[in-house]
């Protein structure tokens, strides 16, 4: 049997890249809507306190981003054995883990504010406004954290579709939520966190209709009674490649919070141009991270089977297409990079800034597109291990270039160091790829 005799191979990947490219397109589209809707109250100061707060939850959800990633990577070797009973153990763990860690966040929520406001630092004048936000949202996390899980067994099963009507679901309740809170009820920043929060436990229960759908609430139940369900051994790995993966993401927010640091000490154009320049960051991981899904879900279920040489063919056909989408994108930098700070902004000494920064910009996307694709290729193997080592090694290449970099070629070469890590966290993942497969059945048949 050949990798060729997969039937439909590209037309599988759109089926799972494309819906998750729509779905990470619509969540930025969330958050211009609810500056506009704060951006149109009558001090900054609000604006301000709903900043701050989003921020500070989104940092949660990134650093928890472990249940998604690790429930999809087992869900989808679950469900390439076809072993559904497993598929509905799996989700029950995930869902219990999530409920576990959203109590405990409710639990601790005072020192974790003053942990947040010792951290973020805001002004005098925005802690009152801020702590409405927090006092609202706080109760989203536990739905926040369920949706994660949720998401994971969609994609593990490569149902992308169902995915995307619920990132769509979310985003759209969201923002007309806020706009009604808002605008109609006069609600301020209390309307914004009130609208996160519905919005959040809403798609919970349509996640929930999903499952019930697709999996079916018979093989829950089931999974509720089954001892197996709750195998110490079991709830071990789970909990180990969480740990890996949560300790990776830790690192991988700890090296963008030190290069913005790093722009802040070049001075306030320089981090003004920074931020503009993140805009491209975030677009790479709207259509990159689209590619990494589907090798999570049909690369993971290969694994799942032992079948090496179709999940090496699942691997090659995500590079193909990775790649294809970063030369893309290299193209698009170049001749449409300008003008798009151009429109981002309107401060001459920023405008200058960031488009120096252009010819690294365009590099980029080809640098760093393996780095995105290995680690949907490593969540699909369930390889938490892997991930940690590797961005440690990068990590530990990373920080060093930085200063000298910096004093080189100043906010160009922050975004050198920027290409320095994605490169290694490309190259390490490569070398240590042959160990994956060698952990397969020995299944060499090409």
Known sequence: MTAAAIKHPHRRIWEIAGPAIIANSSAPLVGLVDTWIIGHLPAAKYLAA????ALLFSYVYWACGFLRMSTTGLVAQA???????????VLLRATMLATMLGLVFLTLSTPFRIAALAFLDPPTDVLPLFDTYFDIRLWAIPAALLGLGINGFLIGTARAKL???LQLTLNIANAALSLLFVLGFDMGVAGVALGSLIAEWLAVALGFLFISRTLGLRKLAMAVRESETYNPAKMKKLMSVNGFIFVRTLLLI?????????AAALGEVALAAHHVLNTFMMLIALGLDGFAYASEALAGAAYGKGVRFEFRAWVKYGMAWSGA???????GFYFGGAPLIHALTDVESVRTAATAVIPVITLLPVIGAWCYQYDGIYIGATAGR?????????VAVFVPSIGPLADRFGLVGLWIAMMVFLGMRGLTQAIWYPRLERRLDGDTRE
């Open 50 to 53: 709903v900043s701050v707060g």
């Open 79 to 89: 469900h390439g054995r076809d072993d559904q009973d497993q598929v509905a153990r």
């Open 325 to 331: 989408m970063a030369l893309l994108y290299a193209a």
């Open 386 to 394: 892997a991930m940690f080592g590797t961005i440690a090694v990068s």
């Open 163 to 165: 995915s995307l009507y």
């Open 254 to 262: 700890f090296a963008f919070a030190i290069l913005t640091r790093e």
